[in-house]
């Protein structure tokens, strides 16, 4: 048999029509699908195609793994998971693997790809990622003319991103989570905290847009980002 071809299909950030066309056709011709998912509890990817899946029955392999970056990138479940889907590829089945927001802008699909491409074909389908995606939900577009738009995982310790932060036109700050004190302090110190704006699960029905103080500290997510801007806004002179 010829061997199937993978798929890296970029699934939106949440909405289920926020998915290309290109995608939701893969999807729904690919008798196998992946996807990541935490230790214990539900995909995202999964469930923002789960209405494009109905009344369709792939073969489906939960890659289950640690979301804490701190222990990124998970060496063996990505041996475990290519070596999985590498026998469906081997069969000559097609698979999906499904990827939150575009599979190339911090999705984990990198590790996966990195064990795959060398073996068998990959095609790799872009996505309407969450920093667009936040930006259209927040009314805050995300830079103009000359700015530069940096994005910065608030995972980083305190002093380093003080220093990325210090340098910024435009922002994007990503994994957020229990990280929220300390982004929080560090924006103030640049006086910088009334030009940041706050979202969690973007384009989701629990979708949450506060201000960036009425967040308790230990209530963010991880799926919330803040945008900042120095001038208070892109499209401020
Ligand atoms: C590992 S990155 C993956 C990003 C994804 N590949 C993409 O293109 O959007 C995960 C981070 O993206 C941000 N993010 C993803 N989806 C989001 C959403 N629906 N709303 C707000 N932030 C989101 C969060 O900061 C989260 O911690």
New binding site residues.
Partial sequence: VSPGTAYGL?VG??DPELITLKALKLLQRCPVIAYPAPETGDS?ARRIVASHLAGRRPIEYAIRMPME?ARFPAEAVYDRAAAELGAHLAAGRDVAVL???????????MYLFARLATRFTVTVVP?????T??AA?LHWPLASRDDVLSVI??TLPEADLAARLAAIDAA??????RHLPKVRRVLAALGLADKARY??????PE?AIRPLDAVADDAA??????LVHRRGGAVVP
């Fill in positions: 970029g950030p949440g995202l970056a990827c939150q927001g575009d599979p190339f802008f911090y999705g984990s699909f996505g309407v990622s969450s920093l995606a936040c939900m995982p608030a994007a700050i990503i994994k957020l989570g979202i969690e699960r973007a384009t989701l979708q997510p991880y799926f919330a980002t803040v």
